[in-house]
């Protein structure tokens, strides 16, 4: 599997951004998605996970309410709705794929996409 995201960009605080996450192959829907985001000079963090089906989702405290996660596996696409952004959720926001759900660590993950900034001004 194959994973390219995109839709980061520069936007204000209190703004929106979808990002998207288009996969290649047709074996998409057998895995869990999740979205992962790394600021400078900190770990990768989890943000949101999403089930084969997309019928179950997941996401760290920090984002919950204001994110939404959701799929199209007639499209082979996972999203990341981000609403009322923060300055703090300023990162490099990965796409990735697990065999399991409800997975919140990187080495869960086996497939990565390669990244898609997101700055969030005050």
């Known amino acids: 599997v194959q994973l390219q995201a995109s839709g980061g960009g520069l936007v204000q605080a209190g703004d929106s951004l979808r990002l998207s996450c288009a996969a290649s192959g047709r074996t998409f829907r057998t895995y869990a998605m999740g979205w992962f985001r790394q600021a400078p000079g900190k770990e990768r963090e989890f943000v949101a996970c999403?089930?084969?089906?997309?019928?179950?989702?997941y996401y760290t405290d920090s984002v919950k309410g204001r994110f939404t996660i959701s799929r199209d596996n007639a499209k082979n696409t996972v999203y990341l709705q981000m609403n009322s952004l923060k300055p703090e959720d300023t990162a490099v926001y990965y796409c990735?794929?697990?065999?399991?759900?409800?997975?919140?660590?990187?080495?869960?993950?086996?497939?990565w996409g390669q990244g898609t900034q997101v700055t969030v001004s005050s």
């Open positions: 990735a794929a697990a065999r399991d759900y409800r997975r919140t660590e990187s080495r869960d993950y086996i497939y």
């Open positions: 999403i089930s084969g089906s997309g019928g179950s989702t």
